[in-house]
């Protein structure tokens, strides 16, 4: 399945990307350290937004096909930048929390934490882009 998106530069390192399906647009902005106004996600904070918003959606799917109750698990990525040999993400830090009590059975734990390793976008990152998941059941 094929999704497009279109995206337009509106200055200032300022971009504003429609989707395609859906209409919803969103914008971005270059960070401070790299000459933006920092007024909204960059383009690398959005595969930050992307890596944790899949996590979420392919655990969500095996508690679906589980019964499982996972409202309130909430992720945390932090994106790490690195300057040489030219700037890129060096590492994407994840850590699912998951509410207490929502999940005590070992083995599910395993097979939760196995998909999400398994996300699209996980998938996706170069081999050089360190990214760890974290999971924490309170």
């Known amino acids: 399945?094929?999704?497009?998106?279109?995206?337009?530069?509106?200055?200032?390192?300022?971009?504003?990307?429609?989707h395609g399906p859906s209409g919803k647009e969103l914008t971005?902005?270059?960070?401070?350290?790299?000459?933006?106004?920092?007024?909204?996600?960059?383009?690398?904070?959005?595969?930050?937004?992307a890596?944790?918003?899949c996590v979420l959606t392919i655990i969500g799917l095996m508690a679906d096909r589980h019964d499982l109750d996972l409202n309130g698990t909430t992720v945390s990525v932090t994106k790490d930048m690195v300057a040489k040999p030219l700037r890129r993400i060096g590492r994407l830090e994840t850590i699912v929390t998951v509410p207490q009590g929502r999940v005590v059975d070992t083995d599910m734990?395993?097979?939760?934490?196995?998909?999400?390793?398994?996300?699209?976008?996980?998938?996706?990152l170069h081999a050089d882009i360190d990214a760890p998941i974290t999971f924490v059941y309170e």
């Open 1 to 18: 399945m094929s999704v497009n998106i279109q995206a337009v530069y509106t200055g200032n390192l300022g971009v504003r990307a429609t």
């Open 28 to 49: 971005t902005d270059a960070p401070v350290d790299n000459g933006g106004q920092g007024t909204s996600f960059s383009p690398t904070d959005l595969v930050a937004t």
């Open 51 to 53: 890596l944790g918003s």
């Open 109 to 124: 734990r395993k097979r939760l934490e196995n998909a999400a390793h398994q996300c699209p976008v996980h998938q996706s």
